[in-house]
T-cell receptor, first 110, second 113 residues
Framework: QKEVEQNSGPLSVPEGAIASLNCTYS??????FFWYRQYSGKSPELIMF????GDKEDGRFTAQLNKASQYVSLLIRDSQPSDSATYLC??????????FGQGTTLQVKP | GAVVSQHPSWVICKSGTSVKIECRSL??????MFWYRQFPKQSLMLMAT?????????EQGVEKDKFLINHASLTLSTLTVTSAHPEDSSFYIC?????????FGPGTRLTVL
């Protein structure tokens, strides 16, 4: 089992819709959870992080964490074509390292 | 967010030469920096953890004698790819911890001919 798993996609949504990106992790001792956006040929850009169970909202983005289920998600409201990118889930665990999932490609169609 | 820079942004070299990549934290001090490598259409793979004033910790399968890491100050870590070969061609990205978040540099694209 991979430490951090994401559906590689592509996930295709129409412009204006809600995009839902999911991630599961294996280390129950994981402490912090990050969502990064990566455009092709560029380095990851931090969208937001979460470390407490529940929801955390920042603009059009909402991160959701459920430690019991070892599940973290990212919702993007009012999706725009400029949101088309690869979204990386990353988990900070007891190892003191940031471990990445393989990323989910999001396509927002005009 | 915090700013991490890398230099150079891209480099082309001949097989057998060595290449040094710099990673700097511009507006904060970074005791720990991380080096990642990313091949096309793949996720980031952690190569090593760079600790200021001590030896780097390498991930399994990463040759420490080939990928030399030096974290000489709280704002600078360097990765030297020694005797580079075409299979080392990749996108190398560093990151640093700032507060409770991890920020990435813009990456260095290495092409070995």
């Amino acid at each position: 089992q991979k430490e951090v798993e994401q559906n590689s996609g592509p996930l295709s949504v129409p412009e204006g819709a809600i995009a839902s990106l999911n991630c599961t992790y294996s280390d129950r001792g994981s402490q912090s959870f990050f969502w990064y956006r990566q455009y092709s040929g560029k380095s990851p850009e931090l969208i937001m992080f979460i470390y407490s169970n529940g929801d955390k909202e920042d603009g059009r983005f909402t991160a959701q964490l459920n430690k019991a289920s070892q599940y973290v998600s990212l919702l993007i409201r009012d999706s725009q074509p400029s949101d088309s990118a690869t979204y990386l889930c990353a988990v900070w665990g007891n190892t003191g390292k940031l471990i990445f999932g393989q990323g989910t490609t999001l396509q927002v169609k005009p | 967010g915090a700013v991490v820079s890398q230099h150079p942004s891209w480099v082309i070299c001949k097989s057998g030469t060595s290449v040094k990549i710099e990673c700097r934290s511009l507006d904060f001090q970074a005791t720990t920096m991380f080096w990642y490598r990313q091949f096309p259409k793949q996720s980031l793979m952690l190569m090593a953890t760079s600790n200021e004033g001590s030896k780097a910790t390498y991930e399994q399968g990463v040759e420490k004698d080939k990928f030399l890491i030096n974290h000489a100050s709280l704002t600078l870590s360097t990765l030297t790819v020694t005797s580079a070969h075409p299979e080392d061609s990749s996108f190398y990205i560093c990151s640093a911890i700032a507060g409770t978040s991890v920020f990435f540099g813009p990456g260095t694209r290495l092409t070995v001919l």
